[in-house]
Protein backbone atom coordinates (compact mmCIF):
# COMPACT_ATOMS: atom_id res chain seq x y z
CA UNK A 1 0.00 0.00 0.00
CA UNK A 2 1.26 3.22 -0.76
CA UNK A 3 1.09 6.56 0.99
CA UNK A 4 1.01 10.30 -0.08
CA UNK A 5 1.49 13.44 2.25
CA UNK A 6 1.73 16.60 0.29
CA UNK A 7 3.23 19.51 1.85
CA UNK A 8 4.39 23.52 0.73
CA UNK A 9 1.06 24.68 -0.28
CA UNK A 10 -0.01 28.38 0.34
CA UNK A 11 -0.36 31.89 -0.74
CA UNK A 12 1.70 33.73 -3.39
CA UNK A 13 1.13 36.96 -5.37
CA UNK A 14 0.92 36.03 -9.46
CA UNK A 15 4.75 35.91 -11.03
CA UNK A 16 6.01 34.80 -7.55
CA UNK A 17 7.77 30.79 -6.98
CA UNK A 18 6.32 27.69 -4.49
CA UNK A 19 7.99 24.45 -4.20
CA UNK A 20 5.53 21.32 -3.55
CA UNK A 21 6.97 18.20 -1.83
CA UNK A 22 5.10 14.97 -1.81
CA UNK A 23 6.48 12.14 1.32
CA UNK A 24 5.93 8.85 0.15
CA UNK A 25 5.47 5.51 1.64
CA UNK A 26 5.57 2.13 0.25
CA UNK A 27 7.04 0.88 -3.27
CA UNK A 28 6.07 3.36 -6.25
CA UNK A 29 6.67 3.49 -10.02
CA UNK A 30 6.06 6.65 -11.58
CA UNK A 31 4.71 9.79 -9.37
CA UNK A 32 2.96 13.05 -10.39
CA UNK A 33 0.81 16.32 -9.95
CA UNK A 34 -2.45 16.95 -10.59
CA UNK A 35 -4.85 19.79 -9.48
CA UNK A 36 -8.18 20.49 -9.11
CA UNK A 37 -9.57 24.46 -9.10
CA UNK A 38 -12.71 25.86 -8.13
CA UNK A 39 -16.12 24.64 -9.99
CA UNK A 40 -13.13 22.41 -12.22
CA UNK A 41 -12.46 18.65 -12.71
CA UNK A 42 -9.32 17.36 -11.27
CA UNK A 43 -6.76 17.54 -14.05
CA UNK A 44 -3.28 16.45 -14.90
CA UNK A 45 -0.41 18.55 -14.14
CA UNK A 46 3.04 16.88 -14.08
CA UNK A 47 4.45 13.73 -13.95
CA UNK A 48 7.93 11.91 -13.31
CA UNK A 49 9.48 8.07 -14.04
CA UNK A 50 10.69 5.80 -10.93
CA UNK A 51 14.47 6.99 -12.40
CA UNK A 52 13.65 10.36 -13.03
CA UNK A 53 14.66 10.36 -16.67
CA UNK A 54 10.75 10.31 -17.70
CA UNK A 55 8.92 13.37 -17.23
CA UNK A 56 5.71 15.01 -18.65
CA UNK A 57 3.77 18.15 -18.67
CA UNK A 58 0.16 19.67 -19.11
CA UNK A 59 0.82 22.37 -21.64
CA UNK A 60 -0.49 24.71 -18.85
CA UNK A 61 2.62 24.56 -16.75
CA UNK A 62 5.23 23.42 -19.31
CA UNK A 63 8.19 26.03 -18.95
CA UNK A 64 7.13 27.33 -15.82
CA UNK A 65 7.07 24.20 -13.36
CA UNK A 66 9.61 21.37 -12.98
CA UNK A 67 8.47 18.09 -11.51
CA UNK A 68 11.32 15.96 -9.44
CA UNK A 69 12.14 13.09 -7.61
CA UNK A 70 14.65 12.08 -4.64
CA UNK A 71 14.22 8.17 -4.31
CA UNK A 72 16.89 7.82 -1.39
CA UNK A 73 14.72 10.35 0.46
CA UNK A 74 10.94 9.29 -1.34
CA UNK A 75 10.17 12.68 -2.14
CA UNK A 76 9.15 13.92 -5.08
CA UNK A 77 9.08 17.64 -5.52
CA UNK A 78 6.94 20.59 -8.02
CA UNK A 79 9.07 23.68 -8.29
CA UNK A 80 6.77 26.81 -9.66
CA UNK A 81 7.60 29.59 -11.64
CA UNK A 82 5.99 32.83 -12.72
CA UNK A 83 2.56 31.62 -11.20
CA UNK A 84 -0.47 32.62 -12.93
CA UNK A 85 -3.87 33.01 -11.02
CA UNK A 86 -5.48 30.36 -12.57
CA UNK A 87 -2.97 27.89 -11.33
CA UNK A 88 -5.10 28.47 -8.21
CA UNK A 89 -5.84 24.96 -7.40
CA UNK A 90 -5.58 22.30 -4.48
CA UNK A 91 -2.41 20.12 -5.80
CA UNK A 92 -2.99 16.35 -5.14
CA UNK A 93 -0.01 14.34 -5.30
CA UNK A 94 -0.60 10.41 -7.03
CA UNK A 95 1.38 7.40 -8.04
CA UNK A 96 0.59 5.23 -10.79
CA UNK A 97 2.06 2.82 -12.91
CA UNK A 98 3.47 4.76 -15.67
CA UNK A 99 3.71 8.86 -16.95
CA UNK A 100 1.06 7.53 -19.79
CA UNK A 101 -1.30 6.59 -17.20
CA UNK A 102 -1.29 9.97 -15.16
CA UNK A 103 -1.38 11.88 -18.42
CA UNK A 104 -4.63 9.95 -19.14
CA UNK A 105 -5.70 11.65 -15.79
CA UNK A 106 -5.65 8.55 -13.88
CA UNK A 107 -3.53 7.51 -11.00
CA UNK A 108 -3.97 4.31 -8.44
CA UNK A 109 -2.60 6.34 -5.00
CA UNK A 110 -3.49 9.71 -4.36
CA UNK A 111 -2.64 12.47 -1.40
CA UNK A 112 -5.06 14.27 0.53
CA UNK A 113 -3.84 17.49 -1.68
CA UNK A 114 -2.52 20.73 -0.92
CA UNK A 115 -4.13 24.57 -1.22
CA UNK A 116 -1.70 27.15 -3.77
CA UNK A 117 -3.61 30.34 -3.78
CA UNK A 118 -2.05 32.42 -6.32
CA UNK A 119 -3.23 36.29 -6.06
CA UNK A 120 -3.66 39.03 -8.78
Known amino acids: QVQLAESGGGLVQAGGSLRLSCAASGRTAAMGWFRQAPGKEREFAAA????????AYADSVKGRFTISRDNAKNLMYLDMNNLKPEDTAVYYC????????????????WGQGTQVTVSS
Open 94 to 109: AAAPTVATMKRNRADY
Open 48 to 55: VSWSGGGT
